[in-house]
């Protein structure tokens, strides 16, 4: 009986984490992992908790069955809350978008947002460290994993670039993100899960060069696997999604060329997983304001011990400078200076700046509750975007936070709603 009463409220503890919102920074920070792990938990923990109220109820312990009922209640408002995409999709695409998704891939596709025995991953063929390109400096080779579909899975013609997450600084390919390169591999599409140079040694123009000249390489090799040259999409998250977004609005632009300083890069579609999009509205207090942040307020506020914490995490203590370094110093320090004294770069390294109507579709994918303050910037993009004339999905997902597609993804409801809109995005755009 103790063990059941520990798992009811345990349960019940996960399930409120993952609706919290708490507005200390450093609460936020270190509740972060649980709010995460409970938001893919929650049918598990609806269940649970559920068990224990009846139970409680059956032994007439009041406590238990009250923490049960309460822990189920949040759980279901938490799955009640998951969005429904088909509004944005139809603004995009127009009505009668789904009917343009070709029969045989749309058997392949998640037949529902969620359910808790989601449908496993199909099978995929792994080519790991794939030279697509040689750092500029170093001559270092740059690694990439390819995913492409199995032999008995007709291939698409479509290709996706993926720039993983880090904070520009963190982070390399196959993290956390196999289930999801098997499950699109597996309707036919390839996968060039990519590295790329971090900073201190790169900066974002290389970074980007590095990225645009992935897509060169896919285009070079169109043939070899079966691919559509005008068929590649960029995707990303966090920092990935930031570069994805800026090389797929920048195609052509030169100031940031690839590589090899010549070539087409330009894409069919980006997709992107909260990404950075303003570079002066994390940093300046005042267009935070413009923002609806309030005045004085950046869109991300940190006391010092969540700032410290931060800034271990993205490894800013291993510079060369010995001096304690703040969190919120990092853009700064990648880009060379404040807004103030270099404004221009801040502006060519935002993907807000480059606006206009030669912007591809693109999906964004954000939570609500997301730590680094995104949301605003996110919303931001996707108004100018359809001002612009350009095809935008925004799916907001609530009680969210940063990184949620990459926490126990195949059971996650907020991840299988990401990956079934991604999956419908990407076959639009076949």
């Known amino acids: 009986m103790s063990m059941v009463k520990t798992l009811t409220y345990l349960a019940s503890l996960l399930a409120a984490a993952a609706l919290s919102r708490p507005r200390v920074p450093l609460v936020r920070l270190l509740l972060w992992p649980f709010k995460l792990v409970g938001g893919a938990l929650t049918p598990i923990l609806g269940i649970v908790s559920g068990l224990g109220a009846l139970l409680g109820l059956v032994r007439r312990d009041w406590k238990m069955a009250g923490t049960g009922a309460a822990g189920t209640a949040l759980a279901v408002q938490f799955l009640q809350d998951i969005p429904d995409s088909k509004a944005g999709f139809d603004a995009a695409f127009g009505a009668g978008w789904e009917q343009r998704i070709p029969a045989p891939l749309r058997l392949l596709m998640l037949p529902r947002r969620w359910s808790l025995l989601a449908r496993e991953p199909g099978r995929a063929i792994l080519q790991r460290d794939v030279v697509y390109a040689h750092q500029a400096r170093t001559g270092t080779p740059l690694l990439a994993d390819l995913w492409s579909p199995p032999p008995s899975v007709a291939p698409t013609g479509l290709s996706v670039v993926f720039v993983h997450g880090g904070g520009w600084r963190i982070g390399e390919k196959d993290m956390l993100t196999r289930p999801f390169f098997r499950r699109l591999a597996a309707q036919g599409h390839t996968i060039l899960d990519i590295n790329y140079t971090l900073c201190p040694e790169g900066d974002i123009p290389m970074m980007i060069a590095e990225v645009k000249e992935a897509v060169l390489w896919i285009k070079a090799h169109s043939r070899e696997y079966g691919l559509e040259q005008e068929r590649v999409v960029l995707m990303g998250g966090s920092a990935g999604a930031h570069l994805a977004l800026l090389a797929a609005y920048t195609a052509g632009h030169p100031s940031l060329p690839p590589l090899s300083g010549d070539g087409d890069t330009s894409v069919r579609g980006v997709v992107a997983f909260y990404p950075p999009t303003d570079f002066l509205a994390l940093q300046e207090p005042a267009a935070a304001e413009t923002l609806g942040l309030g005045a004085g307020a950046r869109s991300l506020e940190l006391d010092r011990v969540s700032d410290a914490l931060l800034a271990r995490l993205f490894n800013l203590q291993c510079d060369d400078?010995?001096?304690?370094?703040?969190?919120?110093?990092?853009?700064?320090?990648?880009?060379?200076?404040?807004?103030?004294?270099?404004?221009?770069?801040?502006?060519?390294?935002?993907?807000?700046?480059?606006?206009?109507?030669?912007?591809?579709?693109?999906?964004?994918?954000?939570?609500?509750d997301d730590i680094f303050g995104l949301l605003p910037t996110v919303r931001r993009l996707h108004h100018e975007l359809r001002g612009a004339g350009a095809s935008s999905i925004l799916v907001e997902f609530p009680h969210t936070d940063h990184a949620f597609d990459l926490v126990l993804p195949q059971i996650s409801p907020v991840a299988q709603a990401a990956t079934y809109d991604i999956e419908r995005f990407l076959a639009l755009l076949v």
């Open 321 to 368: 400078d010995a001096s304690e370094r703040s969190f919120l110093d990092m853009i700064p320090d990648m880009i060379g200076g404040t807004p103030d004294e270099v404004p221009e770069v801040y502006r060519l390294l935002s993907p807000i700046n480059h606006v206009g109507q030669h912007c591809l579709p693109t999906l964004l994918l954000q939570g609500t």
